[in-house]
């Protein structure tokens, strides 16, 4: 079957997307639409890349489903929170990388009914995170105990976060490796939208919102957006600690994000698939 993919938010990742479409990264995939709130982007985009239908942007994100059989989302928390129950109320897949609109406990259900009543399926890719399947599998039969994420990022990586501005916290201030939040997955994720997906989407495979503690670090000296996931249970005790390059068009977004959004979608018509 081939793939036609939708983009719902013209971003760094929609970028990244939409040339690997057009370069057949993604194999048996076509260009079903593109939404952005900002359509020039979109209709440039379209007119500058070859392989590419220039007629391709969507006025609304709900269109992207008369045209697409799965729909990745990489725009924000608000627009999983306005559009995810409808999209898939049509039947569509959607892939979504804002996951931490889904520390509303409200939303999460409503999303699973929905997925369940269209029979549609609702994907969180593994983004800028390793472990996962590691985490899953000792969450099974209750085989998982504490989950600590660590995230320690350059300052500039965390600018504009609501946590940062409403602690009033000084970025360019800070000389050394700092704390600057310490809670649940569920607290971390509307503190920090842009920056923490990555601890819901472990949540979500682990001990769920309320439990799995997230520490956040800003560090001068730091270059890469550092993750360490702790993890301890009667599966045994697990460490991951990886360095990821953030994307050089956006010091928030991890470049390897990009990459697995791309790798979720790729994996949709292999004829082989690794991995949980």
Same mark, same amino acid.
């Given at each position: 079957?081939? *793939? @036609? !993919? ?8 929609? =970028?990244?997307?939409? #040339?690997? &479409? #057009? ?38 994100? *709900?269109?992207? @489903? ?5 729909? *990745? ?8 929170? =306005? ?12 892939? !979504? ?13 409503? !999303? ?19 472990? !996962?399947?590691? &985490? ?27 946590? &940062? ?19 649940? #997955? ?7 939208? @842009? ?6 989407? *472990? ?12 520490? &956040? ?50 994996? =949709?018509? #292999? ?6």
């Amino acid at each position: 079957m081939e *793939l @036609a !993919v939708g983009i719902f938010g013209y971003g760094t990742i929609g =970028r990244e997307v939409l #040339a690997a &479409i #057009a370069d057949g990264s993604i194999p048996d995939s076509t260009l079903g639409g593109v939404y952005d709130r900002h359509p020039e982007r979109v209709d440039e985009a379209l007119r500058s890349i070859e392989h590419l239908d220039e007629t391709a942007r969507c006025d609304d994100p *709900l269109d992207l @489903a008369a045209t697409c059989n799965v729909v *990745l989302e990489c725009a924000s928390h608000s627009a999983v929170e =306005r559009y995810a129950v409808p999209l898939l109320e049509t039947g569509t897949d959607l892939l !979504v990388l804002s996951v931490g609109a889904l520390a509303d406990a409200d939303l999460h259900d409503d !999303v699973c009914r929905a997925a369940a009543a269209s029979g549609a399926r609702f994907e969180v890719p593994s983004g800028a995170l390793a472990g !996962v399947d590691a &985490i899953k599998g000792a969450a099974v039969h209750g085989q998982l105990d504490e989950v600590v994420f660590t995230t320690i990022k350059p300052p500039n990586g965390l600018s504009g976060a609501p946590h &940062i501005e409403d602690h009033d916290i000084d970025l360019a201030a800070i000389e050394e490796k700092q704390l600057v939040f310490e809670g649940s #997955a569920r607290e971390a994720a509307p503190a920090f939208p @842009a920056n923490i997906n990555v601890a819901m989407a *472990l949540s979500l495979a682990g001990l769920g919102a309320d439990d799995t503690v997230v520490k &956040i670090f800003a560090d001068p000296d730091e270059t890469d957006n550092v993750h360490i996931i702790e993890a301890h249970g009667g599966a045994g005790s697990m460490e991951f600690a990886f360095h990821t390059k953030p994307h050089p068009d956006n010091p928030k977004t991890s470049y390897i994000a990009a990459l697995s959004a791309i790798a979720s979608l790729q994996r =949709r018509t #292999a004829p082989l698939v690794v991995g949980t």
